[in-house]
């Protein structure tokens, strides 16, 4: 039997990766060091999407998409705050992201300007509370 207990590690590790990654992109742009800048993006572009394809492995046929948090008091109400925020932003993100990264290739960089605005703060929100959810859940004993 596999032990998937590493999964959610991994998958923090991931998230957080993904988040330093769009901090660096975002410098490098501001820098304008453009080469810098797009390593920057696909990294983080392909921590994501390593993420999602661990998520997807750990939760759904190992425990059927369910994790349950057994906190109570203000840690439960911050808990599901962040969650539902977080997952909501989660799968609004995935699209954005693809057009932004699809603007960007095609060297449409006035449209990619314009929407990496709104992408660049949720995509780091996502990645940002996807560690504090793993913190929580996992490592302060939800």
């Known amino acids: 039997m ?6 959610p590690k ?3 590790t991931l998230n957080g990766a993904s988040a330093v990654l769009l901090v660096t992109g975002r410098i490098l742009i501001a820098r304008r060091k453009i080469a ?3 390593v920057a993006m696909l990294s983080a ?3 994501s999407t ?6 997807v492995y750990y939760h759904w046929p190992h425990h059927g998409g369910i994790v349950y948090f057994h906190g109570t008091g203000w840690i439960r109400t911050l808990y599901f ?3 539902i925020s977080h997952t909501t932003l989660a799968i609004i993100v995935v699209p954005v992201v693809l057009v932004t990264l699809t603007r960007a290739l095609r060297g449409q960089f006035d449209q ?3 929407i990496a605005r709104w992408t660049f703060p949720i ?3 996502v990645s940002v509370t996807g560690v504090i959810v793993y913190l929580i859940l996992f490592q302060m004993g939800g």
Request: hydrophobic fraction near 55%; proline fraction near 0%; avoid cysteine.
């Open 10 to 12: 991994i998958n923090a």
């Open 36 to 38: 810098a800048h797009r």
């Open 45 to 47: 572009f392909a921590a």
């Open 112 to 114: 990619h300007r314009a």
């Open 50 to 55: 390593l993420f999602l394809a661990s998520y």
């Open 123 to 125: 995509w780091l929100y």
């Open 81 to 83: 705050t962040i969650l």
């Open 2 to 7: 596999t032990d998937y207990s590493i999964f």
